[in-house]
Structure formats: structure tokens, C-alpha cells
């Protein structure tokens, strides 16, 4: 079991998960009235729009076909 997450989905998916369950269980336990309750779960979820954005602007539409050689599906 691996218990650092490697690739950007998996972070982003942990980090949102991570921050879902904190929110859910402080705020059961009515402990969400802390600063430092607020603070862990406010700069998780920063943390988790830095990685957003960075992912997206890395990320860059891929072309399945080659312009300079089209194909026609129908031979």
C-alpha cells in the first residue's frame, strides 16, 4: 500500500477527500469554532486550488489525428 499519492489526480483526489472527512468530523464534534480547525482546513483547501490551477495550465489538448495526413473513417 502506498501511502504517498504520485500522480496529480491522486493528490488532488486525496487532498479533496482529506478536506471532506475534516469538515464532515470537526463539524460533528462541533470543534469547527477553533481558528486552528479553520486554519488547517482553509489552507488545505488552498493547497488543493494551487495544484488545481497549476495542473490546468500544464495541461494542453492532445490531438488524436495529424493534421498533415487526415483519414477518412469510412475506408
Known sequence: MKLIPKSKDKIALTLATLITLGLFVFGLFDLLDYLFIKVILFTGFG?????????????????????????????
Open 47 to 75: 493547497f488543493l486550488f494551487i495544484i488545481a490551477c497549476l495542473y490546468a495550465f500544464k495541461n494542453k489538448a492532445e490531438k488524436n489525428r495529424l493534421e498533415d495526413t487526415p483519414q477518412d473513417d469510412f475506408n
